[in-house]
C-alpha cells in the first residue's frame, strides 16, 4: 500500500480540524485540502477573483475557498459543494468575514463526481444577485491549454497554517509552487487521475495548501497576466506538513463543462 492517502481540504463549521472530518476523505492516495503551509499573506486587492465559501447543508456547516469567473458565477471544487444545500460568498477582502457577502441560488457539482477518489472534483455556484465587480472584486480568466510539469504557479486560501492549526486563518495567504508530473505524484498517491495534477515545494522547505483552501484558485502569472489553471483539491493523509506533494483539479480539461454550464 502507499504511505499516502488523499485528504478533503474542507474545514470543519467549527472552523476546528475533526478526526473524521464530514467532508474529508481517506483513500489508499488522497485527501481534500489544508491551509496553506509556509505560505505568504496576501495584501489587499491581491487576489481578487478569491472568495471564501460558508457552505452548510442540514446537518452541519464547512469552509472553502472559490474563484470568482464572472459577476455571477463561482468556480470550486466538488468536495466543497457536495452536500450543501446553500453557499454564503465573502468577496473583496483578504479578511473571510469581512468582505461583501452574497448568497448562492444554485450550486452545480460535477455529474461524475467521485467523493472516493476525488475525480471530477469540480463545481459551480450561481450567485442569487451579480457582483459588481471593480476595485479588488474580479473575476479570473480561465485556462484552455494543458498545464505542463515544472510550471511555476501560485495557491491562496484560508486554510489551516499547519497541521496542529484548528481555525481558518485569519488574513488571507497564498504560496508558489511548482506543478510536477502526474506519473511523479503517483509516487505518493498510487494513483493519480489524469484531471488532476500535483505541485510541490521549488526548494527544501515544506509548502503546501492545507484544510480549508479546498475548491481556491490556482494560478499561472498571479502578479501581470492571472490565469486560472487549477482548483485546490487534495493533499496527503500524512498531514499538509508531510511534504507530500498537494493535488489540484487542472481548469482546462472542464473548460466545455463550464461552459455548458455557465455560457463562459
Ligand atoms: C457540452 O454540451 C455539448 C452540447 O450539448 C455536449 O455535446 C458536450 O458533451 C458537453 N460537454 C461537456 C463536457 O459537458
Redesign the pocket.
Known amino acids: 500500500m502507499f504511505r499516502f492517502a488523499v485528504l478533503c481540504l474542507c474545514a470543519s463549521a467549527t472552523w476546528a480540524l475533526p478526526s473524521s472530518p464530514a467532508h474529508s476523505k481517506v483513500l489508499p492516495s488522497k485527501v481534500p485540502g489544508a491551509r496553506i503551509i509556509n505560505g505568504n499573506q496576501a495584501a489587499e486587492g491581491q487576489f481578487p477573483w478569491q472568495v471564501a465559501l460558508f457552505l452548510s447543508s442540514s446537518e452541519s456547516t464547512w469552509f472553502c475557498g472559490g474563484s470568482i469567473i464572472s459577476e455571477e458565477w463561482i468556480l470550486t471544487s466538488g468536495n466543497c459543494i457536495n452536500g450543501a444545500d446553500s453557499a454564503t460568498i465573502v468577496s473583496g477582502s483578504t479578511d473571510a468575514y469581512g468582505g461583501d457577502v452574497s448568497d448562492s441560488s444554485r450550486l452545480i457539482l460535477h455529474e461524475d463526481y467521485d467523493n472516493d477518489l476525488l475525480a471530477n472534483n469540480i463545481g459551480l455556484i450561481r450567485l442569487r444577485t451579480p457582483l459588481n465587480l471593480g476595485g479588488n472584486t474580479i473575476a479570473v480568466s480561465l485556462s484552455s491549454e494543458e498545464l505542463g510539469e515544472n510550471v511555476g504557479i501560485t495557491v491562496s486560501g484560508w486554510g489551516l497554517t499547519s497541521d496542529d492549526g484548528t481555525t481558518i486563518s485569519d488574513s488571507l495567504n497564498y504560496v508558489e509552487l511548482v506543478t510536477i508530473s502526474n506519473t511523479e505524484c503517483k509516487n505518493y498517491y498510487g494513483s493519480i487521475l489524469p484531471e488532476m495534477v500535483c505541485a510541490d515545494s521549488p526548494s527544501s522547505q515544506v509548502r503546501s495548501t492545507c484544510t480549508g483552501d479546498s475548491g481556491g484558485p490556482v494560478v499561472i502569472n498571479a502578479g501581470s497576466n492571472p490565469v486560472h489553471v487549477a482548483i485546490a483539491s487534495f493533499v496527503s493523509t500524512e498531514g499538509c506538513e508531510s511534504g507530500a506533494p498537494s493535488g489540484y483539479t487542472r481548469t482546462a480539461v472542464?473548460r466545455?463543462?463550464i461552459?455548458?454550464h455557465t455560457g463562459l
Open positions: 472542464y466545455d463543462w461552459q455548458n
